[in-house]
Nanobody, 125 residues
């Protein structure tokens, strides 16, 4: 059974940092693009960051550029999202997603085939 399991969420003050992890099991995703999405209360799920299969290309939504860093460790079948200088507007459930093999990632959620259950990130002001 394929699973993506996020961890590392929590409550942090504005200006603080968190590191999210997404561990895959059931199959390897070392050739798949991976993405992080987030969904705030009452809002639609939105793209946050993505990385291609070998880590050579990364993509960010404008609101997180310069503050978030996506990375991956294919040997561990794990993707990370380092979040610095967090703001209250970053509060959301963060989801990890696995996309297509050997293709550059996209920003639309429908392109991704596998999803984790999400981890809550709450930033207090």
């Amino acid at each position: 059974q394929v699973q993506l399991v996020e961890s590392g969420g929590g409550l942090v003050q504005a200006g603080g940092s968190l590191r999210l992890s997404c561990a895959a099991s059931g199959r390897t995703f070392s050739r798949n693009a991976m993405g992080w999405f987030r969904q705030a209360p009452g809002k639609e799920r939105e793209f946050a960051a993505a990385i291609n299969w070998n880590g050579g290309s990364t993509y960010y939504t404008d609101s997180v550029k310069g503050r978030f860093t996506i990375s991956r460790d294919n040997a561990k079948n794990t993707v990370y999202l380092q979040m610095n200088s967090l703001k209250p507007e970053d509060t959301a459930v963060y989801y990890c997603a696995a996309g297509r093999r050997l293709l550059e990632p996209r920003t639309d959620a429908g392109w991704y085939d596998y999803w984790g259950q999400g981890t809550q990130v709450t930033v207090s002001s």
